[in-house]
């Protein structure tokens, strides 16, 4: 992968670098992320959020190391504040007008240069340990120290600490390391360092403030607990090493971990977007998921079945898809797949009506990608005979085929499908009864079905019967012949005409029920009115519910989300949709989200934008199906 550079013009700019955001993961839901100025502008950024359970109740555990930088001998010594701040009305320091270029190479390279010296630090965290690498090597200059201290939260990633006299301020030292455990129920950190000298004396530091949590409507101040200063020589030995982690390192192994981390991280990263997909791929227990994105999602159901053909069967990482195919099958109840796994841990909560109809798409699309048709026969067929099976039955929340042949579901207050924003407890978009994107999942997994079926020498009539039903009932019943596309719900006489992008996904998926005409109409509706550079709007602009900006309250924010809000994922389902029905404009469609990976997203794709030009990134900053859904592309 060919690093991406930002120089002095971005570094040294604020409205640039302060909301251009970096990502290390560790494969267990942990990582490591702030922005490239150095500055933590959310509660979420920090040095170590360790996964305690992975993937899962995550912690920030050390938010940051503040850096100086001391030039000539005393009493002449000059000292230069690397690290950059936000308290209340301030800025400070303002390291970031020291910043000369950051880069990813493959992990975070920070280069400063002050008072005649270089220094470049490099930010990295291990595979399958909550353990972050913090590295300042010299690279010319005249003799000169470096002063770190470590500013630790000790808290969970949603939540913000205050200095409090709960707090246990003991710190243990040996040889090249010291640990702290403030708080009995978090794990013990360590510190594996090389410094010549650590000075005792904990301190509290207050009034950090995160501006991003603040435009967001949420608490935003915190203070964080100094417990030492560290000091290197940096003449002496070249480079300045801190490791933190949870596990037992000494700083001499920073050198093997860097090695082996670029050495992981090379064979498959090929470009930007190819290695942000394998920072997704998390472990949970023996199983292997998806975190849905970073830094506040777990793995969803859903989530995960999206952006499983683009971060894995696009990227080759065949053997990750079957892992996390198989794994899935194994929780499967009721012929449900589960929609999330809670934030605290615990069970998972099984209340979506498409994550288990997505799962056939993964698995035919496995199948196309793979041609491994002996692990679909052997490990998953009778699985997805089950599903069905349960379906016809009749499973959770009024999930059941209906007398027409389609997929009937939910009530007024239930939030079945992706569009799931909720404001004091109630739907912001009511989608109960027959969704448009459910039927077409629907009839493309019973049309698979009753393929494999044909396939391993079974009888298919069952599922083609109910294919063919299906697909004529939808055909009949969701066309909507005035605005030359598909109805978003129908329920009984109720015919919800709101102009959305769902109706996409039943022209991209691999069996799809519309004439090839139709399907020209609809796409041309939905390009009208809903494509814009960086994906499909939720809602139509000439709906009076439409929402064009992502902004302002916790609730504000959530009542936008599904309408009018752009979505990234949603330009794979309309490419496919395009490719298949008028042509391939793929590499012209892609064009602004590529562009937008290589800068503002700093490697990554986010969760949405604004509806409203300039179309503002909203949301999580790195989103699994935003990601997938271009790569599959």
């Known amino acids: 992968m060919s690093a991406l550079v930002f120089d002095e013009s971005i570094c040294q700019d604020p409205a640039e670098s302060f909301h251009r955001e970096w990502l290390e993961t560790n494969g267990l839901g942990g990582f490591a992320s702030a922005t490239i100025s150095g500055a933590n502008t959310r509660r979420y950024h920090g040095l170590l959020v360790a996964a305690t359970e992975p993937p899962t109740v995550r912690c920030v555990l050390l938010s940051r ?20 701040n936000f308290y209340p009305g301030v800025t400070h320091p303002e390291g970031y007008r020291s910043l000369i270029q950051f880069r990813l190479d493959p992990f975070p390279v920070f280069t400063f240069r002050a008072g005649g010296v270089t220094i470049e630090k490099r930010v990295f965290m291990v595979q399958d340990e909550n353990t972050v690498v913090v590295e300042y090597q010299l690279i010319d200059g005249p ?61 509290w530091y207050f009034n950090f403030e995160y501006p991003m949590e603040q435009v967001r409507g949420l608490d935003y101040r ?12 940096l003449q002496a030995h070249g480079t300045a090493v801190v490791i933190a982690t949870t596990a037992t390192h000494a700083a001499g192994d920073s050198v093997s971990l860097k090695e082996n981390e670029i050495r992981r991280r090379t064979p498959l990263d090929q470009d930007i977007l190819t290695s942000a997909a394998g920072q997704f791929v998390v472990q949970r227990g023996p199983m292997r998921t998806i975190i849905a994105g970073y830094p506040w999602f777990t793995d969803w159901g859903r989530d995960t079945m999206i952006a499983l053909p683009g971060l894995t069967l696009a990227t080759g990482r065949f053997d990750v898809a079957r892992d996390i195919l198989l794994a899935f099958s194994g929780i499967i109840d009721r012929g449900m797949l589960p929609n999330c796994f809670p934030d605290a841990g615990g069970a998972p909560e099984y209340n979506t009506a498409d994550a288990t109809l997505w799962f056939f798409e993964a698995v035919r699309q496995y199948l196309e990608y793979s041609g491994d048709v002996e692990f679909v026969r052997t490990r998953l067929y009778e699985k997805l005979k089950e599903i069905i099976a349960a379906h016809l039955q009749g499973t959770r929340f009024g999930i059941h085929m209906d007398a027409d042949g389609l997929l009937a579901a939910g009530n007024p207050s239930t939030n079945l499908t992706w569009m799931d924003a909720r404001v004091n407890g109630a739907p912001v978009t009511p989608r109960n009864g027959k969704p448009v994107e459910i039927q077409a999942l629907w009839y493309n997994a019973l049309r698979f079905l009753a393929r494999l079926a044909k396939d391993f020498d079974e009888d298919d009539a069952q599922f083609e019967g109910l294919a063919t039903k299906a697909a004529a009932s939808f055909s009949t019943s969701f066309w909507n012949e005035d605005a030359g596309c598909l109805y978003d719900v129908v329920d009984g006489s ?32 939905v390009e009208r009115s809903l494509l814009t550079p ?16 992502y902004e302002g309250s916790a609730a504000e924010r959530d009542a936008a989300y599904h309408q009018g809000t752009v979505w990234p994922w949603l330009l794979g389902p309309f490419i496919t949709a395009d490719r298949r029905f008028n042509g391939d404009r793929a590499a012209q469609l892609l064009g602004p989200l590529r562009e937008f990976a290589l800068s503002r997203g700093v490697g990554q794709l986010p969760e949405i934008f604004d509806g409203d030009a300039p179309h503002n990134p909203r949301g999580c900053y790195a989103q699994a199906w935003s990601v997938g859904e271009i790569l599959r592309m």
């Open 65 to 84: 190391l503040e850096e100086t930088l001391i030039i000539g001998p005393q009493p002449h010594q000059q000292r230069y504040e690397l690290s950059t």
């Open 534 to 549: 960086y994906g499909l709007r939720t809602l139509a602009p000439s709906d009076p519910r439409y929402r064009g900006r």
């Open 494 to 525: 109720l015919r919800d005409a709101s102009l959305r992008p769902n109706q996409v996904i039943a022209l991209s998926l691999g069996n799809c029920a519309i004439p090839n005409e139709k399907a020209r109409r609809i796409i041309a509706t």
């Open 143 to 203: 003799a000169c120290e470096l002063e770190l201290r470590p500013l630790t939260a000790f808290r969970g990633y949603h939540d913000l600490t205050h200095s409090n006299t709960a707090l246990n301020s003991a710190l243990d030292e040996s040889a090249g390391v010291f640990s702290i455990q403030p708080y009995a129920e978090l794990p013990r950190l360590f510190f594996a360092h090389n410094a010549r000298a650590l000075a005792r004396g904990g301190s």
């Open 222 to 233: 915190e203070d964080l607990f100094c417990p030492c200063m560290l000091s290197f020589d």
